[in-house]
């Protein structure tokens, strides 16, 4: 392609995922060291020894259950196939690179930032794979990258941020195709029989109370959804993932499937809402835990929406949402 047009780099920023059960540790204290995500006065002087304790003993069961998804998350791959199939898309209207930069694990965003510097650009987009925007997640990513270029060459090249796309009609048809795959697996059950569980990783209360749009970007994601789905089936927002003895985002997802157990519900469907790679806690949490206390509880059909993954609907919506930044 010729290099007259202007060359754009995209990132694709995530939180990443440990690449072997070595990596588990190591991952982990990545996470609970980062300042965006353990903050409390005076944290400064016990952030590093309290992510070496937690790290240390979380490390023990969250290995236990990276090994039964396989060893290892599936988030880097699976975020460089949306990266290769983003970058295919933006090809056939613009010089494009589409780069992964990772919040806790390989490749970090200084690795990103580097490769980055190898090459010439006249503008880079920066685009957190969080559907819906948090502090803690799209906001660490991107305070991240505002650290690790302060001093780089990079500073210079005009920089474009898409903050979220929860509402992106795109993305919203995408979530809906993937209900619409997962409600075929129900072959016995009419619509209005399907309970639809929806289920969103939660974040303390205190960080929606301190004015984080997080929350609210759910619920209109789930409402858009309900809308454009059309279904008859009864649905309710969960929140999962919970760490720690502080109050988090209720109902939470391990106390609402007894909740509907002893509603009756005997067919469920779990979406995994602000996910778009399915990951240890998808994989985990959800499609082995949660399962397995369902079916415990009498619900006779249980299945998980996969996360969007390489949807080429999802693909079109990111590249749209990129172009309209290089315009």
């Known amino acids: ?24 540790e190591p991952f982990l204290y990545n996470l609970f060291v980062d300042p965006d995500i353990i903050d409390f006065p005076f944290a400064r002087f016990a952030r590093e020894p ?10 023990r069961k969250v290995r236990h259950r990276y090994a039964a998804i396989g060893g290892k998350s599936p988030i880097l791959e699976l975020t460089i196939l949306q990266a290769r199939e983003l970058e295919a898309e933006l090809c056939k209207s613009v010089d494009a690179k589409a780069y992964v930069a990772m919040r ?3 490749p970090l965003t200084e690795e990103t930032i580097r490769e980055i510097q190898r090459e010439k650009f006249n503008k880079i987009i920066l685009l957190p ?6 502090k803690t997640t799209s906001g660490s990513s991107l305070n991240e990258w505002n650290r690790r270029t302060a001093t780089s060459r990079l500073d210079s090249i005009p920089i474009r941020v898409i903050k979220s796309f929860h ?18 697996r129900f072959v016995n059950a009419k619509a209005e029989d399907i309970f639809l569980l929806f289920s969103a990783h939660g974040v303390p209360q205190s960080v929606v109370d301190s004015g984080d749009p997080y929350k609210a970007q759910v619920e209109e994601t789930v409402r858009l959804v309900m809308e454009h789905g059309e279904w008859k089936s009864p649905h309710l927002l969960c929140w999962q993932s919970k760490v720690g003895p502080s109050v988090w985002l209720k109902p ?48 006779t059909q249980f299945e998980t929406m996969p996360a969007l993954n390489d949807s080429p609907t999802l693909i079109k919506g990111l590249a749209e949402l990129v172009l309209k930044q290089i315009q």
């Open 252 to 299: 939470y997802l391990h106390k609402t499937i007894p909740q509907l157990a002893a509603q009756g519900v005997k067919n469920l469907l779990v979406i995994p809402i602000a996910f778009v790679t399915d990951h240890i806690e998808t994989l985990h949490e959800i499609d082995i835990e949660a399962r397995e206390q369902a079916m415990r509880l009498g619900i």
């Open 1 to 24: 392609m010729s290099h007259s047009k202007p060359r754009i780099a995209v990132v694709l920023m995530q939180l990443g995922g440990p690449d072997s059960l070595e990596a588990v």
């Open 167 to 184: 509402d992106h009609p795109p993305y919203v048809e995408a979530v809906v195709e993937r209900i619409n795959e997962a409600l075929a």
């Open 129 to 134: 794979m969080y559907p819906q925007y948090s």
């Open 50 to 59: 309290l992510a070496r304790l937690v790290s240390s003993t979380r490390s």
């Open 104 to 106: 806790y694990w390989h």
